[in-house]
Structure formats: C-alpha cells, structure tokens
C-alpha cells in the first residue's frame, strides 16, 4: 500500500525536530487543496503516514513545513535576527508510484535545509 511519511531532522543540533505543524496539499493545477496537517513527534516523524491508501494518488503535492517556530524556540536566550532567515518551507513533488512510499524528510539548520526521497 502506497504512502507518504517525512522526518525532520535539526542538523544543527544533530537531534530530531520535535513540535513543528506541517501542512499537506493536493495540487492540481493552479489550486492547492489542503488535506490536512499533522505535527512531528519527539523523535521528527508524525506518529501515521502522513497519507495512505486511497488518499494518496498520482499527482503532486506540497508539504509545507513551519519551522519558523522551532528554530525560534531552539534559540531561547540567544538574540536572533527577525525576520528569520527560514519560516515556512514549502516542499512540491510528484508522485508518480501511488502504491510505493515516499519518504520526504527536511533535513533543517537555521540558514539552510535539503531534502530527498527516501524509502
């Protein structure tokens, strides 16, 4: 059954990131259909399959990521410059395999972030 999961990793830290709200879209064409957001755990991952089954189909989607507030609170007591270099991190893919997992981790640091797709 097919699937899509992410990890969010601090690099800068070298620990999960815990706490941060992730919203999940459909794309098709110019709309962006919200289906729903989730929150990652104490060790960076959501605590289900972000979507499963007959919710994830062929076609493109966006995880938006709001980091904003994690690396806001992973700064306490440090002064940081506002507007943060990163707040919300949009990711868009395709998903061609509705049956294969996607893996899409963020891997984050407060100037930078990658991604890839993992199984």
Known sequence: MGRLTTHVLDTAQGRPGKGIRIEVFRLEGE???RLK?????????CDAPILEGEGFAV????????????????AQGVEAEEP?????IPLRFGVADA????HV????SPY????YRGS
Do not use: C
């Not at 943060?84 to 919300?88: A, E, H, P, S």
């Not at 049956?99 to 996607?102: E, K």
């Open 112 to 115: 930078g972030y990658s991604t």
């Open 31 to 33: 709309q962006r259909i």
């Open 59 to 74: 076609g493109q989607y966006e995880l938006v990521f709001h980091a904003g507030d994690y690396l806001r609170a992973q």
């Open 105 to 108: 981790p963020l891997l984050l």
């Open 37 to 45: 957001e989730v929150v990652t755990n104490d060790d960076g991952r």
């Open 84 to 88: 943060r270099f990163l707040d919300v």
């Open 99 to 102: 049956g294969a997992h996607y």
